[in-house]
């Protein structure tokens, strides 16, 4: 024993948090995953709470007390308490069995950015004629990484009806990743019984690489081969047609006899004059245009890009690492097809 004490040798301790790490994780790879889920028996659990546990110790005491005293009151008292007790656990499991759950909205729609809250929609429907009180939701890796004050989010269930709650988590790395699982608790009715599910949504997410916070303008847009130059159609008045307006087009394009007819017919839709430059001038979103060497800090270039020009309306194409290439277009399904390339590469 000395000499393990002179090398230096410590025994290992035995660390509950880490224990109960490992038995939670074993726990979750067992459960499916479903992105619809109905509490029963065989997905509930139920173990005293802190309170529970104190309550447990005083009834202890008091029943101690009433055999050394022989007091039949302190026997009334000690067997009351534990039978309230006993019932609050039938009654709190009963809260949650038969509660159905299902995602009903997630980052699958639209995605979300890394470093940003990424929300997650569910709804409760309880089919059953009582209501069921103080319904706690959280996702499990805001309940492991902060208090457990600002981490649930608590409901209560209407008799026949439905309930709709949002959590957020924060991604840190893009990519597609599954959501996180979810905890279902309850303590009701007295708070001795901690009663609790788990549930692992199946849909998955699209986490887009973070925008660069003060990104530089949009590069400007380059000819194609074949087309007439800006300057050549700007000294005419050469049009190929019309469009629909989008922000930034002069007020000379705008062909204000069909606005005028659409504002009678109570539309507040404008139309531009197409002039032939922009179907030559392409606005390309090149990786090579970002000017910076780190892989991520592109793509975040290049995120805060597609987001600059859809919101003005612009027609781009994408052009990234490797050779792949979007072909240009516009509007909110080209900038998340875009937005996921970017979140694959």
């Known amino acids: 024993m000395k000499r393990f004490i002179s090398k230096g040798y410590k025994p290992k301790s ?69 039978g309230s007790a006993a019932a609050s656990m039938v009654v709190g499991h009963g809260n949650l069995r038969g509660l159905q759950l ?16 990424c929300p997650v ?32 989010t608590w409901v209560d269930v209407p008799e026949q009806g439905d309930a709709a709650v949002q959590l957020s988590f924060v991604p840190t790395q893009r990519g597609q990743q599954e959501l996180p699982a979810i905890t279902i608790l309850t ?16 849909s998955k997410v699209w986490v887009y690489p973070a925008p660069e916070t003060h990104a530089p303008p949009l590069p400007a847009a380059s000819p194609e081969a074949g087309g007439r130059s800006s300057a050549q159609v700007r000294s005419g008045e050469d049009f190929d047609g019309v469009r629909a307006y989008q922000n930034g ?51 975040s270039r290049l995120t805060a890009w597609v987001l600059m020009a859809q919101q003005q309306g612009r027609t781009w194409g994408l052009r990234l690492p490797g050779g792949q290439e979007i072909a240009p277009g516009s509007g909110a399904q080209h900038a998340t097809r875009c937005l996921e390339a970017l979140a694959a590469s």
Request: charged share 15%; hydrophobic share 45%; proline share 5%.
């Open 14 to 82: 035995f660390k509950l948090p880490q224990a109960r790490n490992t038995f939670h994780t074993w726990m979750l790879a067992r459960l499916p995953r479903n992105d619809q889920l109905t509490l029963t028996q065989g997905n509930v659990y139920i173990l005293p709470s802190r309170a529970g546990w104190a309550m447990l110790a005083t009834l202890i005491v008091l029943l101690i007390a009433a055999i050394n005293y022989q007091l039949n009151l302190g026997y009334l008292l000690t067997f009351l308490l534990a």
């Open 187 to 202: 303590r009701y009715p007295l708070g001795a019984f901690r009663v609790w599910a788990l549930w692992r949504p199946a």
């Open 121 to 152: 929609q569910l709804k409760l429907h309880n089919a059953r004629p009582s209501r069921r009180w103080g319904i706690g939701l959280a996702l499990r890796d805001a309940v492991r990484t902060r208090s457990e004050g600002h981490s649930w």
């Open 102 to 117: 299902s995602l009903t909205h997630s980052g699958t729609q639209g995605g979300c950015f890394a470093h940003a809250p």
């Open 249 to 299: 087009d002069p007020l000379k394009l705008v062909v204000w006899k069909k606005a005028a007819q659409s504002f009678a017919a109570g539309s507040h839709q404008l139309v531009s004059r197409d002039r032939p430059f922009a179907h030559h001038h392409r606005l390309w979103l090149d990786v090579r245009h970002t000017g910076l060497a780190d892989h991520e800090a592109r793509l």
